[in-house]
């Protein structure tokens, strides 16, 4: 069942001092951010690995 089959237009709606903006990023998207950007830079450093050995010769 999903939320929207819980919804009621008529009911008190969001609390005054809620916010509807979440102030953090879910903890799964900061974990895969970070995989992608160690990852990333470390296909980076083989392939400046792969191009400076092979520069040299």
């Not at 008190?12 to 950007?37: H, N, S, T, W």
């Amino acid at each position: 069942m999903s939320d929207s089959e819980h919804y009621d237009p008529l009911g008190p709606g969001r609390r005054a001092d809620e916010d509807p903006q979440e102030k953090r990023m879910p903890r799964g998207v900061i974990i895969r951010l970070f995989a992608y950007l160690v990852a990333g830079h470390i296909i980076a450093a083989f392939l400046y690995l792969l191009f400076a050995v092979a520069g040299s010769k």
